[in-house]
């Protein structure tokens, strides 16, 4: 009897955390009807948040992998005097409250900050708001992927007389391109969803800095039917982002096919 009190216990707690779970994310396409959905998407306030959303996600992404990946790599395959604290120090913006970080680039980059410039309120601003939020989750997931590389496989290929540089594009990207894109998925998606320090140091000035996430927050006080639009967007970029993030996980790369990379590469 208690074993049955127990399980149904249990089964009753796991439907409550379903239920929370999924349905205020279902309610966003409830409340309205879908044909009403798609036409509040076509409002002026949602295509210009969409706009500054994906050229400053895109910019934004870029300078991750750019800057992001040869840290990463450092990180992984260095050790010296004070890595755990520069890895903790690059971790740091993951656990920021957002307000937080946006007050961080305002100290830095604001007219009266350390570094005086004409940086905030503009796109420029936004761009690096989105990576600096977003950034600690791709270099983490790099750093992880660096690791699990083979290092006889690096070996070999220094051996056989391939440098540094060739070794890397070669060798280790390949390996590690399945974690790469699963770090670069969790940034993009991280970054998509900003709002926090977007607002503190870019601002909200429609057609300029304000995004997707500021537009759902400007649409709230006007008008819930376009809030909810942006919204189910939002799930939808989402959900795809997720569905591709796990299939990048299933994916292994076979002992077959990391001897035919260090292959090529010799």
Avoid at 46 to 51: E, G, S
Avoid at 232 to 254: F, G, H, I, N, R
Wanted: no cysteine.
């Amino acid at each position: 009897m208690r074993r049955l009190l127990l399980g149904t216990a249990v089964a009753a707690a796991a439907t409550a955390a379903l239920a929370f779970l999924v349905l205020p994310v279902a309610a966003i396409f409830l409340r309205v009807p879908p044909g009403k959905l798609i036409h509040q998407l076509s409002s002026p306030l949602v295509t210009d948040a969409l706009i500054v959303s994906i050229k400053t996600s895109a910019i934004a992404q870029a300078l991750i992998l750019l800057f992001g990946t040869p840290l990463a790599y450092v990180l992984a395959t260095r050790r010296f005097r004070g890595h755990s604290l520069l890895v903790t120090l690059v971790e740091l913006p993951l656990v920021l409250p957002p307000a937080v970080a946006g007050l961080g680039l305002l100290a830095l980059f604001g007219r009266s900050g350390l570094l005086g410039t004409s940086i905030p309120f503009t796109q420029t601003a936004v761009v690096l708001a989105v990576a600096f939020v977003a950034s600690p989750l791709y270099i983490r997931q790099a750093i992880a992927a660096f690791e699990a590389v083979d290092p006889n496989l690096v070996a070999a290929s220094r051996t056989l007389g391939a440098g540094p540089v060739r070794t890397f594009f070669r060798v280790v990207l390949p390996l590690s391109r399945g974690g790469l894109a699963a770090g670069e998925a969790l940034a993009f998606a991280r970054g998509l969803g900003e709002f926090g320090a977007t607002i503190m140091f870019a601002g909200s000035l429609q057609g300029v800095t304000q995004t997707l996430p500021l537009a759902v927050y400007q649409a709230f006080a006007i008008n819930l039917d376009t809030a909810l639009a942006i919204g189910a967007l939002l799930v939808v970029v989402s959900a795809v982002l997720l569905v591709l993030l796990k299939l990048v996980l299933s994916w292994q790369p076979s002992r077959r096919t990391s001897s035919f990379l260090f292959a090529r590469s010799t």
